[in-house]
């Protein structure tokens, strides 16, 4: 790639392009995750409407249609899944149940939205890859981390341009505030929520393929410890992992628990990509002692540096993609397998994981 000696790059804010009223009606279900709200508040904009919500518990439905009062309460999933107008569910069910729901909703021929982690074991991955193959619909995953964040869209743009060159290592850090006291049982219990890097660190990966275009990669080693958290031994408060992509890229990225009570935001999520001309840092969500609360890029290259604060200069293409993609038969948002390799590299980087700490005697 020819390198760009400059920094005189602007944001390029997407061009919103609704779908048409009344063309695309979907649902949510499994409301155990805030992230159903953003799913759902993105679509909307998108143009769909949302048509109906369900969960198993009445309070989780009643704060839902206060963001969406024209949601109808369904008495079931089967309720939502027989009903032929609806063409998409968003699920943000607890982790270990998106796989079986995700099953059912292809089933009855509707397209599937998860939020992340998509899966929590490679036979969940397996059955919805055999599933998608079977009926030639969509399992879109929300790996919020980018797709939500508008300093990752202004990297992808930067990286088209050549800013930085030709990207060989990708640097990740997710760390997450735990508020253990709102937290739910099935939280701490590994079965559910599949351990921390198949669960956050499932955001790393995705960006990294994404903004290395690597289609593949291999687990060189992956950590995960329970350092802080005696009284949930199956709780895992940190984890690393280290990988090679397919076509040379470096990757390394750690996810955590341990965000202060003294930082302002939930996490201070952060973003390096290293290139052959220079590097780019994403301070996603707040960048400290700077009075900013995040969407800042830091541009470094042979032209000089340069700070960019771009909150409300690119917003969320994915809803606007991904709402054609469902009714035009297409695939502009995220490449099918693009979604599924990501959760795949996570389970594969968990289980090595988990196998280490058994053989090892790790606490």
Aim: charged residues 20%.
């Amino acid at each position: 790639m020819e390198s760009t000696h400059h920094t005189d790059f602007e944001p390029i804010h997407h061009q919103e392009n609704l779908v048409k009223p009344n063309t695309l009606f979907i649902a949510a279900c499994g409301l155990e995750h805030g992230h159903i709200y953003s799913m759902c508040k993105g679509m909307k904009k998108a143009g769909a409407v949302i048509s109906w919500v369900w969960d198993k518990d009445p309070n989780k439905i009643a704060a839902f249609q206060e963001e969406f009062p024209e949601a109808k309460t369904a008495s079931s999933l089967n309720e939502i899944l027989q009903d032929q107008g609806i063409q998409m569910v968003a699920c943000a069910a607890i982790p270990s149940e998106r796989g079986h729901i995700g099953l059912h909703v292809l089933d009855a021929g509707k397209h599937f939205f998860s939020a992340k982690t998509p899966f929590t074991t490679l036979e969940q991955l397996h059955a919805a890859r055999e599933k998608v193959n079977e009926t030639g619909l969509t399992w879109a995953v929300f790996y919020s981390e980018r797709l939500q964040v508008e300093c990752s869209g202004f990297a992808e743009q930067l990286l088209e341009q050549g800013a930085i060159g030709d990207v060989i290592q990708v640097l990740g850090l997710g760390p997450h505030r735990l508020n253990i006291t709102n937290r739910p049982e099935w939280f701490f219990q590994k079965a559910y929520y599949g351990g921390i890097i198949s669960d956050i660190g499932s955001h790393q990966i995705e960006q990294f393929l994404w903004f290395t275009h690597a289609k593949d990669a291999t687990i060189q080693s992956s950590t995960v410890r329970n350092f802080a958290h005696p009284e949930h031994p199956e709780f895992e408060d940190y984890g690393d992992v280290h990988l090679i992509g397919d076509n040379g890229a470096m990757h390394y990225f750690r996810v955590d628990w341990f965000t202060p009570d003294g930082l302002s935001n939930w996490g201070d999520g952060r973003t390096t990509i290293l290139g052959t001309d220079g590097y780019i840092e994403l301070r996603k969500y707040v960048d400290i002692t700077s009075n900013s609360d995040g969407e800042r890029l830091y541009l470094v290259n042979h032209g000089g540096e340069r700070l960019y604060d771009v909150r409300g200069k690119i917003g969320y293409p994915y809803f606007y993609r991904l709402a054609h993609d469902i009714l035009e038969n297409t695939s502009t948002a995220m490449p099918q397998e693009h979604a599924f390799k990501a959760a795949e590299l996570c389970l594969l980087a968990q289980h090595r994981a988990d196998t280490q700490k058994k053989e090892g005697g790790i606490r």
